[in-house]
């Protein structure tokens, strides 16, 4: 429980290590885990946590640790905000489920209403909710399919969309995701992504466009193609930015054909890029939008919102769960869309990339293993080759990542080839606490990779 007194809103914001990492706390944790949970869920960090507000995590040891990872792009509006704390007690306190398909309650009402309000394009929109990201992605395909009457759905190089049957084979890297668990969903076409630091040198949005559609007209057919699904930044496959032109060409072309643009906003969206949704930086108007992640501070909620002809096309019962937009879940997205236009989180994201772009330009300028730097808003990375070259370097990004989580800063690592540091800070980090981790990574950066 959250002791309002002690919680997040005065917890202090600062870096601090009182216990050797992991502390005798965690070490106790990690052994009773040993035994009750399968070793098959991973962790990045090896400490446990106790709380976590603002930019900092604490761990059971009472080690701070300055969070650049937010739960995966999950808590933008800062780890159990005030405003999202007050919407779920007062909300676990009326009522915690009735089942929206069974008693229906305003809340899953208000945030559709939001989404239809926040997602690019002023079309008519309608929405369902969901409990995670995954979920929403198989029921964009589900939509998309169901209105088209066409069965085909093309996704890219890199992509990564959840750990369902039909979203593992909408994922494209096989380890840990997909290793064994197949057969996979059929009639899914990977075409090549925009990835400008891979692609020949010079290669436009619009000619990377091209490379992926002349394969999809000649291996899919344009007329089988129900959806055509991207991730406007990639996540897991290691931020990568398609080349300015690519989206846009690949919008066009899907209205052409008369297939469903399906933009998987779940890690991009709520302010994380600097934009309510990353779609937006290049004025793309896709036809259906997921969501989750970012959308409610923590709770788990996914959103899938479209256009109203589309997401209507499905016959009553058609869609739907459980626990789909529990209650509990849709007050902290209210309160967490609240929250995020009060305080224009989109502009603090903007300003976490004006301070940590030029920091890690300055990293690729002294040393010889940053082979690139991308990202936006609050969705920045590095991708580490070895140097001079182009190739990855997944164990120098893997020792990068473990000595800041020994120096108290949580960062993240991702990448088809596994060389990608990534950094997803809550909207809400302070400045100094920005700085100081930055301050960490040039020590490491200095220690671990050789200098020019
Ligand atoms: C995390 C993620 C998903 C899957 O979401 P879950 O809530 O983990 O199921 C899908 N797409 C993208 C782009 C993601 O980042």
């Known amino acids: 429980m959250t002791d309002l007194l002690t919680g997040p809103d005065t917890l202090a914001q600062e870096r601090r290590l009182v216990t050797e990492v992991p502390g005798p706390r965690s070490r106790a944790l990690a052994d009773r885990r040993a035994a009750a949970v399968t070793s098959a869920v991973g962790s990045t960090m090896p400490v446990y946590a106790e709380r976590a507000g603002g930019g900092v995590i604490v761990d059971v040891d ?10 995966i792009a999950v808590t933008n509006v800062g780890n159990a905000a005030p405003a999202v704390v007050a919407a779920v007690q007062a909300q676990v306190a009326a009522f915690t489920h009735t089942c929206f398909m069974v008693t229906p309650y305003e809340g899953y009402v208000a945030v559709c209403e939001e989404l239809s309000a926040l997602t690019p394009g002023d079309h008519a929109k ?7 990201g995954a979920e929403a992605v198989e029921n964009a395909v589900k939509v998309a399919r169901h209105a088209t009457g066409r069965t085909a759905v093309v996704v890219f190089d890199h992509a990564y969309h959840g750990r369902t049957n039909l979203t593992m084979a909408l994922t494209a890297k096989n380890m840990p995701y997909k290793d064994g668990f197949g057969p996979f969903a059929s009639d899914i076409h990977r075409v090549p992504m925009s990835y400008p630091f891979r692609d020949q040198p010079g290669t436009t949005g619009e000619q990377a466009a091209a490379r992926a559609i002349a394969m999809i007209e000649t291996q899919v057919g344009a007329g089988n193609v129900a959806a055509v699904l991207i991730e406007p ?15 846009p060409a690949l919008a066009e072309w899907s209205r052409e054909a008369g297939a469903v643009f399906i933009a998987d906003e779940i890690q991009t969206g709520f302010c994380r890029t600097g934009a309510w949704f990353a779609s937006e930086h290049e004025g793309v108007v896709p036809d259906l939008v997921t969501t989750a992640k970012g959308i409610a501070g923590g709770l788990p909620l996914a959103g899938l919102t479209g256009r109203a002809e589309l997401m209507d096309s499905v016959h009553t019962g058609g869609l739907g769960g459980t626990y789909g937009g529990n209650p509990v879940a849709c007050a902290a997205a209210l309160a967490t869309i609240r929250t995020m236009r009060e305080q224009d989180l989109a502009g603090a994201a903007r300003a976490i990339e004006a301070t940590m772009l030029p920091r890690l ?20 990375a590095v991708e580490l080759v070895k140097a001079g070259t182009s190739e990855p370097d997944a164990e120098l990004t893997g020792r990068i990542a473990k000595a ?18 990534r950094f997803l800070p809550p909207l809400v980090i302070g400045q100094e606490l920005l700085t100081e981790a930055l301050d960490v990574l040039d020590a490491v950066f200095d220690e671990l990779a050789p200098a020019r």
């Open 233 to 247: 930044i990639q996540g897991e496959g290691g931020f990568v930015v398609p080349a300015p032109g690519f989206l």
């Open 361 to 380: 330009r300055a990293l690729q300028e002294r040393t010889s293993v940053v082979g690139d730097v991308r990202g936006r808003g609050a969705m920045l």
């Open 404 to 421: 800041c989580h020994a120096q108290g800063v949580l960062t993240l690592t991702a990448g088809t080839f596994g060389n990608v540091l």
């Open 126 to 132: 309608k929405s369902a909710l969901f409990n995670s």
């Open 62 to 71: 009472g080690n701070s640790f300055i969070d650049l990872g937010s739960g």
